[in-house]
């Protein structure tokens, strides 16, 4: 296929702008945000000028210990085909924890969470990535993310982790550079490294984007703008190889059109100056291949082999990215990642004890940022919360949140908020009461017929409710 070009990630309160604005060649959009029978007017007008529209999912969880739900993977398929998309994307994370493999409730972290560097962590992450690429209609690539926690016992660097990765399933890899960014600063990973261990011929496209820095910790924040050393991490980038395509990620707080299309305008110098502008623009093909064609191996990968193996050939012959015989079973792998996994997100969103070797202060830290983030999706997708409680929206999720993780999507999440400040009486505000109330019973649907004890609770909630 055609090269990507430069690109910016598509949004509803930036629509207009970004279909204004000149060097557009393609956009991103938020799968789990676009219906696949109800495209937004922007997007369909994108699609008609020529302009690719590419999904990126980011519930998923490729990298949770539990195998792909399908139901994802049939609504990542299904926005793929809507929108026409050469490729889709989704990220290297584990999202959720629990559940049958641990014997324990479910727990939804509403955050992309990294996984261990470990070869048990590989083996899981490379059969569900599998599994997505035999559902999915297009070519699917992944993407490596930010993090400010460190797994204890790593046995690989990334650089080596997305090498393994890309040559047992030929999967491409979508690379942020701003991610390569925060974990030097949060995690002492050295970029350069990572590029040079990278298969840099098997990358889809590359993000940009930006963040601030906070007590020594860096917070991939998509609502700042790009800071030179992500501009340069792609100067470096584009000096080893062309990219496909650059797209620029911003989330929040959007600034004027003019100053996103500087921020562009700062990439493409990036590029040029690494000498990667050219691919941009002529299609040349010199140290990548098309979006969708399979990784080869190149020389300067440095193998997660034990110190005793032969050392590699400074020029090894390509190597078919598709094993040749089947994976070894990862259920034993899958029970041990999961009961990681779980304990991690639970000293996270429960409060339970730290797990052996993690970073305490850190991990409040991320706990902190996850109930941050938390709180303001919420107030997103429930808008009508913040109006009703008004300043005290905010001090009074967050306290819920310390001891109600999150188990469903955020807008179950907002409903069991609301319900447990009416069965507390609150607010204290008779109308505010009032107005909270009538906004619950409006959502909260018909009672179910099923007689589960959650069903049953939920029930009896509606009951107490409706007699106030």
Request: proline share 10%.
């Amino acid at each position: 296929m055609e090269r990507l070009g430069t690109g910016i990630g598509w949004r509803p309160e930036i629509a207009d702008a970004v279909e204004r604005m000149p060097g557009i060649e393609w956009v991103e959009a938020v799968s789990e945000n676009v219906c696949p029978g109800h495209l937004p007017e922007s997007l369909l007008r994108l699609r008609e000028r020529g302009v690719t529209v590419i999904p990126h999912g980011v519930s998923l969880g490729l990298g949770s210990a539990d195998r792909p739900d399908e139901a994802r993977l049939t609504a990542l398929a299904e926005r793929a085909e809507a929108l026409g998309s050469p490729l889709v994307t989704e990220h290297i994370a584990f999202v959720r924890a629990g559940g049958p493999l641990t014997a324990s409730p479910r727990l939804e972290a509403g955050h992309l969470l990294p996984v261990p560097r470990t070869r048990d962590a590989l083996d899981v992450l490379c059969e569900n990535v599998r599994i997505a690429q035999d559902a999915l209609p297009v070519p699917l690539a992944v993407e490596n993310i930010a993090a400010l926690i460190s797994w204890p016992g790593e046995e690989m660097t990334e650089g080596q982790f997305l090498y393994d990765l890309a040559d047992r399933t030929g999967v491409r890899l979508l690379i942020d550079v701003a991610n390569l960014h925060t974990n030097h600063v949060n995690r002492g990973e050295d970029p350069a490294e990572a590029l040079f261990e990278l298969p840099l011929e098997a990358i889809a496209y590359v993000h940009v984007a930006g963040g601030f820095e906070r007590d020594g910790v860096w917070h991939d924040s998509h609502a700042h703008p790009v800071p030179r050393p992500v501009l340069d991490i792609l100067t470096d980038l584009a000096s080893r190889v062309r990219p496909p395509g650059v797209l620029l990620e911003r989330d929040e707080n959007f600034p004027e059109p003019a100053e996103l299309e500087g921020e562009l305008g700062a990439i493409r110098e990036a590029l040029e100056k690494g000498g990667g502008q050219s691919a941009l623009k002529d299609g040349a093909t010199a140290g990548t291949k098309a979006v969708g064609t399979a990784p080869r191996s190149p020389a300067a990968h440095i193998p997660s082999a034990s110190p005793t193996d032969p050392a590699p050939s400074a020029s090894p012959a390509p190597t078919d990215p598709a094993p040749s015989a089947s994976p070894a079973p990862t259920d034993p792998a899958r029970q041990r990642l999961a009961l990681a996994q779980t304990a991690l997100l639970s000293a996270l969103v429960a409060g339970t004890p730290v797990p052996e070797g993690f970073d305490r202060v850190r991990l409040g830290v991320q706990a902190r940022a996850l109930g941050a983030k938390r709180a303001d999706v919420v107030a997103k997708v429930a808008p009508e919360l913040p109006g009703i409680l008004g300043a005290g929206y905010r001090p009074a999720f967050l306290a819920y949140a310390q001891g109600h993780p999150m188990t469903g999507g955020y807008r179950r999440d907002a409903l069991e908020f609301a319900e447990h400040l009416l069965l507390a009486d609150r607010p204290q505000e008779a109308a505010a009461r009032r107005d909270l109330r009538e906004w619950w019973l409006n959502r909260s649907g018909p009672a179910p017929r099923a007689q589960r004890p959650t069903v049953r609770l939920a029930r009896a909630t509606r009951r107490v409710l409706l007699r106030r």
